[in-house]
């Protein structure tokens, strides 16, 4: 069982910094199980004390896991010198978590990306070794043939040698007057600009790239780019569940 200070379990949660807090409880402002408690160096049980600031109960929360719907010309990190950060999205009380992005989208691909601060989530879902579905919805230029159906499915070798993994490509509409098809592609890598490369090798331009689905987790179409939910109890047990079943 979790065992704590209480400034540390507030100063996490991101309600101040430890000689705030040290303020805070000279003033009674801190109750655990509802008794004013003024020792903040004090160890609780995080799972079980009832920590309280100004009659607010503060909840413990060790690792945050969010959906984002990441808008283009937006990077995959961090921080950037250049580029804003899906970080930068995020609210301040998120942020204090120490987020990142599990895995990557490109500047110019838009969609669904995890974020949160619990490394193994992240290792155990995007690890090659896992075989998670990435589903993507794409726009390319030219009409989509079967021959390029099953090149996708026997693997193409990109620019650099590397032979890709069996990917599935599902061709959804051809535009006549502006020559562009859209289609659905599932792959279970995550190669450096791998769609595009794979599109390239036989001679198609993507023109828009928007990640739809990882694993049993689909994109929440009611979250515009930009904006982000925490996931549900269900959709994390959900993923917990996929990475078991790809152990």
Known sequence: MTKMRIDKLLANMNLGSRSEIKKYAKQGRITVNSIVEKNTARIIEPDKDVVALDEQIVRYQKYIYLMLNKPQEVVSATEDNLHRT??????????????????????????LLLITNDGQFSHSLMSPKKHVNKKYFVEVSGSISESDVKKFYDGIVL?????????????????ENKDTSTCTVIIQEGKYHQIKRMFAD??????FLKRVEIGNLSLDESLK???YRELTEQEYQNLLQLQGENE
Request: hydrophobic share 30%; no cysteine; proline share 10%.
């Open 159 to 175: 620019d650099d040698g590397y032979k890709t993994k069996p990917a599935t490509l599902m061709p959804q509409e051809y535009f």
């Open 202 to 207: 036989i001679g198609k331009k993507v023109l």
């Open 86 to 111: 899906v970080i930068d999205l995020l609210s301040e009380e998120h942020k204090a978590y120490s987020p990142f992005p599990v895995g990557r989208l490109d500047k110019d691909t838009e969609g």
């Open 225 to 227: 780019p930009g904006e």
